[in-house]
């Protein structure tokens, strides 16, 4: 192959640059951190390419920008936080349509390419990065030479585009899962709030499939001497359900404040859900309880029934209306259910992780739950809930469970 530049290749030296290129990231960068990684692996495909940049730019979280996350002889790009919508550009078009794209001169190519004419890139090609069969981001190379880059040229940076993207999805995945579990445990009581009269204990189990997610439990002291307690589950999984969980259960906790009503804080709740995350939808129940008579007021957005746990009978599925899940419909209308829990008596919330399996009814799963619970400590509550569901497998999706029992003297 013979191009611009008095550039020749062969076959030889094609496989000679695949095996060098499989040595370093088989090898030098396998145990690298992900920008040390992409900053390395830019430096040696410039050096294989002859090319005198490269930058890898990656898809945002909402699949409609790329970010600029490394690059060697367009060090700017990353500094400035470059982004650029899918489709527009020429990174984006090579995102956009999800295939190689060369450019022998980019000047007189129609292409707008703000960042290519400021670095006097005359020819470029670029690749889009896959996982999964979909894109994620997009490398690409440019010369300040003209060049005609050909099939040899292409197949190197498809290679380097997919070890780039194998191991740049498997390092964010663990980055990803390491920052959604710090996030959780940051936000996560790490005891439950100790209350006179009151046992508490609760449990946190990530999924084995999904990873942690939007799982949540609170349990607080308002300003009227009333006990707040709350257990949630926002839709999807990882960081993004992680941090909408920890806006959720930061706003409930400002609108409990204000009012001893589960239904008001509720619906103001929804509202802010509604306006600040729109893509989002949780499922919570929320109840007030006065610890010295055991008044118990809740409401239910979308959210399965408590267990109550009585001494004098089986444990049975509290009949709480459930509402609307939390940004499912604007106004839903919010009721209130209020009972007595009496001394000795327990409150036992949990999540869907601890009750759903693909080969049963979820009544029954609840039904089988409520079997295994027996009026006695809380902590002694949710061993044996755990024990029950969880004892022969392994939790799919991740599992929350707060136990409230009344003490004899309270």
Known sequence: MKTDGSRTGDTSTSAEKLRRLQAVTDAALSRLGVEDLLDELLERTRDLLSADAAAVLLLDQTGTELIATAASGLEQEVRQAIRLPLGQGFAGRVAAEGRPIAVENVGSSGIVSPIAVANRLVSVLGVPMMSGGKVIGVLHIGTRAR????????????????RASLATQARLSRLDRAATVALQRSLLPDRPHTVPGLEVAARYVPGAEVGVGGDWYDLFALPSGHIGIVIGDVA?????????????????????????????VLTRLDRKVQLFEPDAMATAVYAVLEPATGALTMSSAGHLPPIVVDPGGPARPLALPADMPLGAYRRAPRRVTRLVLPPESGLFLYTDGLVEQRERPLSAGIAVLAEALAPTSADAMCASAMARM?????????????????????
Do not use: W
């Not at 969880?390 to 309270?410: I, Q």
């Open 147 to 162: 060049r005609r880059f050909g099939a040899d040229d292409i197949e190197l940076l498809e290679l380097v585009a997919d």
């Open 236 to 264: 999807g999984s990882g960081l993004r359900a992680a941090v909408v969980m920890g806006r959720i259960r930061s706003a409930l906790r400002a609108y409990a404040l204000e009012t001893d009503d589960p239904a008001d």
């Open 390 to 410: 969880l004892d022969e497998r392994v939790a799919t999706d991740d599992v929350a469970v707060l136990a409230v029992r009344r003490t004899a003297g309270g």
